[in-house]
């Protein structure tokens, strides 16, 4: 991993807590944009071709759990769809996500805690970049099954190289798609998610149905 362009990685994945993780992610906001695109970081676009392959109605309403700088809406949008709604742990992260003008809603909410939404609230959840290790726990998916209705879609890149986390969360969809909760309805290839500094960050893009609500 390339030294000068690393050190907010290096933050990030030192982080012991969410308030840490919150005031890396803080400080990190304003050049955020700039630091990912010269890591090559390309989830977002990923996360916008399955949206494109399997939500036909640009009128969905949709969550981007983790919406950071909102890299996936400012695509999203671009595409058409507009009834946009990110929530994120990082207050500072949400306020660069707000000057891009293409989410309805930005609220800080907690993945893996209660979120303030009602049941059913929205056709599908998106998400890149924070399924991965000390950010989304598995604990997420429980109000992902929650607040997404029947027949609606959970497209979601996760980190698979860190076998704690994959493994942790391998284990929790195990248990809601044997429950009846979800089942998975394709898969990416897994891909070098930040291929100009690490050859070994690896992610995958996972798309579920929730069946039940
Ligand atoms: C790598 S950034 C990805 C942001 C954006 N989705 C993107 O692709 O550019 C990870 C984001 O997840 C947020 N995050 C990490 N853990 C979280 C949690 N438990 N709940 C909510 N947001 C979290 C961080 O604040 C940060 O904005």
Redesign the pocket.
């Known amino acids: 991993m390339s030294p000068n362009k690393s050190h907010w990685l290096q933050k990030v994945s030192s982080a012991q807590n969410?308030q840490e993780?919150?005031n890396i992610?803080d400080n990190w906001s304003q050049e955020y944009d700039e630091s990912?695109l010269s890591f090559g970081y390309n989830?977002?676009a990923v996360i916008n071709g399955l949206v494109g392959r399997f939500i036909q109605s640009t009128d969905a309403n949709i969550l981007?759990a983790?919406?950071?700088?909102g890299?996936?809406g400012e695509l999203l949008s671009i595409l058409g769809y507009t009834n946009l709604v990110g929530?994120?742990?990082?207050l500072g992260?949400l306020e660069s996500a707000r000057k891009k003008q293409v989410y309805q809603d930005l609220r800080q909410?907690?993945?893996?805690q209660p979120l303030d939404f009602t049941d059913n609230a929205f056709d599908a959840v998106v998400?890149?970049?924070?399924f991965s290790a000390n950010?989304?726990p598995p604990e997420s998916f429980d109000e992902f099954m929650r607040i997404v209705k029947p027949q609606g879609l959970i497209i979601v890149a996760i980190r698979v190289d860190i076998a704690s986390y994959i493994d942790s969360i391998r284990a929790k969809i195990n248990t809601l798609e044997k429950e009846g909760w979800c089942q998975l309805v394709e898969h990416s290839k897994p891909f070098q998610n930040i291929p100009l500094v690490s050859e070994r960050a690896t992610i995958e893009a996972f798309v579920y149905r929730v069946l039940c609500g």
């Open positions: 969410n993780l919150s992610y990912v989830p977002p981007d983790g919406v950071g700088t890299m996936v929530i994120d742990l990082s992260m909410m907690v993945l893996g998400s890149a970049g924070t950010h989304a």
